[in-house]
């Protein structure tokens, strides 16, 4: 409920509010009525002229939204209430026969949800309000704090980066270098086993002249050894003979011995002959092993000379083959060493560019900091104020919303009367659908209500109502607006000069469609009887469905665009300038502008050009007013142009 209507008996609030509504559109139109025939007279019998800017004063004020259609009046004989949205029933209030006042609460189902999405809404405003003030304020201490925060350890980051760059550098030089130094040690040695195998290529130009050459040797060996073996077993053999022949000297010096001692000197003569013979024969046995001996001693010497050459020989082979080895082993050696020297001058060349980039992006990261401390701590713009503005009234509406929702989960009777049956119990579901009413005209040809959407039946059903009620049907953009319990003035043609309030008891969910214009019935109960009041008789209502209160509001025809586009154009030293605001409630005759605008402001409308009779017809803007009461809502204003 708004701070003005608060203050007025339930029964005149919306009256007053209506008619205080009536009486500033009236002065509107008066106004504008009176500027465009004083155009007119003014420019009367001299062709087309230009009317100067109209301007008006931007106010604080209230603005008012309001609906309007037209019904019928009947009498109100039965009434189904039901929740407007579906649900499990928590609690049943009433009971078939007692008696309710209006407001009194008849039942509720679960609320759970509703008031989880208005804690969500309400949280939500919190955020848009808080981002607002912060929007308005700027930074706090800490904030600011924490921005230079941002900024140091950005540098640091970077200056980080850069030592590590500087780091990277000395250990890929240094394994570059430790690369090369392999590469030179490995080729130096390789360079003194070629030497090594010039040297001893010397003796064999290769292995296989080495190995030929042991071959030899291992023969030579071979037939020297078996050469020894053959002049040993001759020396046996003499020495075997030898003593043979020492013997038989030996027995033929016994014989002749005998014989001498005999004196026989024919044998003595024939034994000297036989010691003669045998001494001989054992001299030159002798000789022939001296010369053996001899002999011996160079087959030793000769087989002493083949084992010295064959070990050489194998020595010379084995150095041939070490030599290979080394070569080869000096060849893979450097073939890696080239290769390690390959990878670390490709990591080298891949860690200065990984250093270049990652300083490239912390010197980024440096400047974006930069820029966003700035962005946070520069003065909030227009545009910026005003889209946090829209944010909290979005908000708003979406907590005005789920309030409603919320609201709507405890059902309360619409009127004054008495319960007749009760259609639903604790734990079932309620499938919605709000309410209907029952007159007695409609019963009687249908009894199925009078709106033509209404059930028969409902959550409660009440009888014994008294009094008026109206039935008029609203476009559908309109019904999303109105929900039960609403106030409303009701003025009937017959009795212009009274207003009756009413308050929404029905609104039906099924639409009624004419003519392809789609409707829904929504039933009025009038507070109050009047005399002079019949059934049958034609009724306009009036609701009022938004209202904005001590708010700056200028004529709606002064605002250009929507959205983030909205603008007003200002008289500034009778110059127009146009400015970008932030519209709220659009009401009947005047817009709430909540931020771009000040109290006072002098704001220009759309410009009229009025041609006079005799000359030729020529609108450089245009408009079109609109007076009276019937389906308007009162007075208003619509302009085109400027």
Same mark, same amino acid.
């Given at each position: ?110 609320? =759970?949800?509703?008031? %989880?999405? @208005?804690?969500? #809404? &309400?949280?939500? /405003? *919190?955020? +848009? $309000? !808080? ?111 030898? =003593?043979?022949?020492? %013997?038989? @000297?030996?027995? #033929? &010096?016994?014989? /002749? *011995?005998? +014989? $001498? !001692? ?120 227009? #545009?910026?104020?005003?889209? *946090?503005? +829209? ?252």
């Amino acid at each position: 409920m708004s701070v003005i209507t608060s203050r007025l008996p339930a029964d005149r609030r919306l009256p007053r509010a209506i008619a205080r509504l009536g009486f500033l559109n009236g002065l509107l139109g008066a106004a504008l009525i009176g500027a465009g025939v004083g155009a007119y007279f003014a420019v009367a019998g001299t062709g087309t002229t230009t009317v100067p800017p109209r301007t008006a004063t931007v106010q604080r004020g209230v603005v008012l939204s309001t609906t309007s259609a037209t019904g019928t009046l009947q009498a109100a004989t039965e009434l189904n209430v039901g929740f407007m949205a579906a649900g499990t029933i928590t609690s049943v209030a009433v009971k078939p026969g007692e008696r309710v006042k209006r407001g009194q609460v008849l039942g509720r189902i679960d609320d =759970t949800s509703a008031q %989880q999405s @208005l804690d969500q #809404a &309400q949280a939500s /405003l *919190a955020t +848009a $309000q !808080a981002q607002y003030e912060a929007t308005l304020t700027g930074e706090t201490a800490v904030q600011r704090r924490q921005d230079a925060l941002s900024i140091a350890q950005a540098k640091q980051t970077l200056a980080n980066a850069e030592a590590t760059k500087k780091q990277d550098a000395a250990q890929s030089a240094a394994s570059v270098t430790q690369a090369q130094n392999a590469l030179r040690t490995d080729q130096g040695q390789e360079k003194v086993d070629l030497y090594q195998q010039t040297q001893d290529r010397a003796t064999y130009a290769n292995a296989d002249a080495a190995n030929a050459a042991i071959a030899a040797d291992k023969t030579q060996l071979t037939n020297d050894q078996a050469k020894q073996q053959a002049d040993t077993q001759q020396q046996l053999n003499l020495q075997h003979q030898q =003593t043979v022949d020492k %013997q038989n @000297l030996s027995l #033929a &010096q016994s014989d /002749l *011995a005998q +014989a $001498q !001692a005999a004196k026989d000197t024919a044998a003595a003569a024939s034994d000297q002959d036989q010691v003669d013979d045998f001494n001989s024969d054992v001299n030159n046995d002798q000789n022939q092993l001296d010369a053996l001996s001899r002999t011996l001693q160079l087959d030793g010497y000769a087989i002493t000379q083949d084992n010295t050459k064959l070990s050489n020989d194998q020595a010379a082979l084995t150095a041939l083959q070490n030599d290979t080895k080394a070569i080869r082993a000096d060849e893979a050696k450097i073939v890696a060493d080239r290769q390690g020297l390959d990878t670390a001058k490709m990591n080298a060349t891949a860690t200065a560019a990984r250093d270049v980039q990652t300083i490239a992006g912390d010197r980024m990261a440096v400047k974006n900091a930069k820029v966003a401390v700035a962005v946070k701590q520069a003065p909030p713009t227009a #545009a910026a104020l005003a889209a *946090a503005r +829209a944010s909290i009234v979005n908000a708003q509406v979406g907590v005005a919303t789920a309030q409603k929702t919320l609201d709507e989960t405890v059902l309360r009777a619409p009127i004054a009367a008495t319960v007749a049956s009760v259609g639903g119990q604790v734990g079932t579901a309620e499938s919605g659908g709000g309410n209907s009413a029952l007159s007695s005209s409609s019963s009687s040809t249908s009894g199925t209500g009078s709106s033509g959407g209404g059930s028969s039946t409902g959550f409660v059903t009440l009888t014994g109502i008294n009094g008026m009620e109206l039935v008029a049907g609203f476009a559908e953009t309109d019904t999303a607006k109105l929900r039960v319990g609403q106030a409303a003035t009701v003025t009937v043609d017959a009795l212009p000069n009274t207003e009756l309030a009413a308050h929404i008891v029905a609104i039906d969910g099924t639409a009624t469609s004419s003519s392809g214009v789609v409707t829904y019935n929504v039933t009025f109960a009038l507070d109050r009887s009047e005399p002079g009041l019949k059934s049958g008789m034609t009724a306009n209502v009036d609701v009022i469905v938004g209202e904005a209160d001590n708010v700056l509001h200028v004529p709606t025809a002064a605002v250009n665009g929507s959205g983030s586009n909205t603008s007003v154009t200002v008289l500034r030293n009778g110059k127009q300038v146009r400015v970008p605001v932030v519209a709220g409630l659009a009401g009947d005759s005047s817009t709430a502008i909540l931020s771009g605008l000040t109290n006072g402001q002098t704001v220009v409308l759309p410009q009229v050009t009025i041609s006079s009779t005799g000359g030729s017809s020529n609108t450089t803007g245009g408009g079109t007013l609109n007076f009276g009461g019937g389906g308007g809502g009162g007075a208003r204003a619509r302009f085109f142009g400027g």
